[in-house]
């Protein structure tokens, strides 16, 4: 009798001999974020008589709160560090780490010591294009502020108390910008890295910015291109969406996401199916929908314990099936050590969870009657442990994962969906 879980465990160790080979240009989302603890002697020597703020505070709620740029008042707190944030960001530094070509832009970020050395940065200098590193200017900066329970501060002769920790997230504004066609025009050759990882669209605010985006889109290097979503803005979505998905060849999404993309798109029956029945065959039958209404080579769906992913036959599914495996293992390490140090996986232990084993059950028994011919005991063993499947003119491949107790790590899902993307691209 097949041992699934044996199978899938030894898979994770057979891909420890894989190595990331490959380069990628990131872009847009990478900015500073700045921490800060709530200091009572500070704060009375300068209060900041924000409302969102002080609401938080009084009740110990979460609040994320939108600033205009020199709203937030630094010297009202205590800073603690800070870091770059943005899954733009968090990508190039993590293939730089690993010793691979590492290429960022971003009208945001003006913090050079945030990058890692190897991360390189287009720029145009005497009308040529060039490569080179990132000074140290003003961009923009996000700020979280930590306060502890059963902390005061005294605003306007009222005293405000903390009844629980908690933190504050404000969110500077900023405009949209895309990379500007003459550095896609001159650094064209330079620009074309292995993959082109494509994030921040969520920035959109008007339609009349899709024009010219386009333009610039459609410039893009023609080697893989890959969108990780992020919600968009409601008033710009269901123009922009198609709009991004004709110049890109794969995107990554979550389960929640992936429910809003169908919503937006008008499959709303398949999004609400979805919905009440999580599992890794409808999710598969959404990503199918995705995959065939834009013409994607891959679309790529990252849960709770398992990943799945739909790829035309242009893909390779054992490299998309070993390059997930390896990704994920990778990320378990990030998520657990919360490290920014190249990621040595050689000697990760995980066992696979149950859940994702559990979906690999669900999954074959939801693809065998669409099968031409149903699996016989030995095909579905084949098929539980090969993780793909082939149908009409696509590959369903499925990887069930370990879960980790993760700490903070912004980018997460972002570092193993381009890493995945690394991985096959070696």
Same mark, same amino acid.
Request: aromatic share 10%; net charge positive.
């Given at each position: 009798?097949?041992n699934?879980? &044996?199978?899938?465990?030894? *898979?994770?160790?057979?891909?420890?001999?894989? =190595?990331? /080979?490959? @380069?990628?240009? $990131? %872009?847009?989302?990478?900015s500073?974020?700045?921490?800060?603890?709530?200091?009572?002697?500070?704060?009375?020597?300068?209060?900041?008589?924000?409302?969102?703020?002080?609401?938080?505070?009084?009740?110990?709620?979460?609040?994320?709160?939108?600033?205009?740029?020199?709203?937030?008042?630094?010297?009202?707190?205590?800073?603690?560090?800070?870091?770059?944030?943005?899954?733009?960001?968090?990508?190039?530094?993590?293939?730089?780490?690993?010793?691979?070509?590492?290429?960022?832009?971003?009208?945001?970020?003006?913090?050079? &010591?945030?990058?890692?050395? *190897?991360?390189?940065?287009?720029?145009?200098? =005497?009308? /040529?294009? @060039?490569?080179? $590193? %990132?000074?140290?200017?003003?961009?923009?900066?996000?700020?979280?502020?930590?306060?502890?329970?059963?902390?005061?501060?005294?605003?306007?002769?009222?005293?405000?108390?903390?009844?629980?920790?908690?933190?504050?997230?404000?969110?500077?504004?900023?405009?949209?910008?895309?990379?500007?066609?003459?550095?896609?025009?001159k650094?064209?050759?330079q620009?074309?890295?292995?993959?082109i990882?494509?994030?921040?669209?969520?920035?959109?605010?008007?339609?009349?910015?899709?024009k010219?985006?386009?333009?610039q889109?459609?410039?893009?290097?023609?080697?893989?291109?890959?969108?990780?979503?992020?919600?968009?803005?409601? /008033?710009?979505?269901?123009?922009? %969406?198609?709009?991004?998905?004709?110049?890109?060849d794969?995107?990554?999404?979550?389960?929640?996401?992936?429910?809003?993309?169908?919503?937006l798109?008008?499959?709303?029956?398949?999004?609400?199916?979805?919905?009440?029945?999580?599992?890794?065959?409808?999710?598969?039958?959404?990503?199918?929908?995705?995959?065939?209404?834009?013409?994607?080579?891959?679309?790529?769906?990252?849960?709770?314990?398992?990943?799945?992913?739909?790829?035309?036959?242009?893909?390779?599914?054992?490299?998309?099936?070993?390059?997930?495996?390896?990704?994920?293992?990778?990320?378990?390490?990030?998520?657990?050590?919360n490290?920014?140090?190249?990621?040595?996986?050689?000697?990760?232990?995980?066992?696979?969870?149950?859940?994702?084993?559990?979906?690999?059950?669900?999954?074959?028994?939801?693809i065998?009657?669409?099968?031409?011919?149903?699996h016989?005991?030995?095909?579905r063993?084949?098929?539980?442990?090969?993780?793909?499947?082939?149908?009409?003119?696509?590959?369903?491949?499925?990887?069930?994962?370990?879960?980790?107790?993760?700490?903070?790590?912004?980018?997460?899902?972002?570092?193993?969906?381009?890493?995945?993307?690394?991985?096959?691209?070696?």
């Open positions: 009798m097949l699934l879980r &044996d199978v899938w465990n030894e *898979k994770y160790v057979e891909v420890k001999k894989l =190595k990331l /080979k490959s @380069s990628v240009f $990131s %872009l847009i989302t990478a500073e974020k700045q921490f800060f603890t709530l200091d009572e002697s500070l704060f009375s020597k300068h209060p900041f008589q924000q409302n969102d703020f002080l609401d938080a505070l009084s009740n110990g709620l979460f609040k994320q709160v939108f600033l205009e740029p020199g709203e937030f008042s630094a010297k009202s707190f205590r800073k603690d560090s800070s870091t770059i944030q943005g899954d733009a960001g968090v990508v190039v530094n993590h293939f730089a780490r690993m010793g691979c070509e590492a290429i960022l832009y971003s009208p945001y970020l003006a913090q050079g &010591d945030l990058l890692e050395k *190897k991360v390189k940065i287009p720029s145009i200098v =005497k009308g /040529k294009f @060039s490569l080179g $590193s %990132l000074k140290n200017e003003s961009g923009v900066t996000d700020f979280e502020v930590k306060y502890a329970m059963g902390q005061k501060v005294s605003v306007g002769g009222k005293v405000i108390q903390a009844p629980r920790s908690n933190k504050v997230l404000f969110k500077t504004n900023r405009s949209f910008e895309f990379i500007p066609e003459e550095l896609l025009k650094g064209k050759k620009l074309s890295a292995k993959v990882f494509l994030s921040g669209f969520e920035w959109v605010s008007e339609k009349k910015q899709l010219d985006l386009e333009k889109l459609a410039l893009l290097p023609k080697t893989f291109i890959h969108w990780e979503y992020s919600p968009l803005q409601e /008033k710009v979505a269901k123009d922009l %969406l198609p709009l991004v998905l004709k110049h890109v794969s995107i990554a999404l979550n389960e929640r996401e992936l429910i809003d993309v169908l919503n798109i008008g499959l709303k029956a398949l999004s609400k199916e979805i919905e009440a029945k999580e599992n890794a065959f409808t999710i598969y039958q959404g990503c199918l929908k995705l995959l065939e209404k834009f013409k994607l080579k891959r679309v790529h769906c990252h849960n709770l314990g398992y990943h799945v992913c739909v790829l035309s036959k242009k893909m390779n599914p054992d490299k998309t099936r070993d390059a997930l495996t390896a990704a994920s293992l990778m990320a378990c390490v990030a998520a657990e050590k490290t920014t140090s190249p990621i040595d996986f050689k000697n990760a232990v995980y066992e696979v969870s149950e859940t994702g084993l559990n979906q690999v059950w669900i999954f074959e028994s939801g065998d009657p669409l099968l031409p011919k149903k016989s005991s030995k095909d063993k084949a098929f539980l442990a090969r993780g793909w499947v082939e149908l009409k003119d696509y590959y369903a491949v499925i990887v069930p994962t370990p879960i980790v107790q993760a700490k903070v790590f912004d980018g997460l899902g972002a570092i193993a969906s381009a890493t995945a993307l690394g991985f096959e691209k070696s």
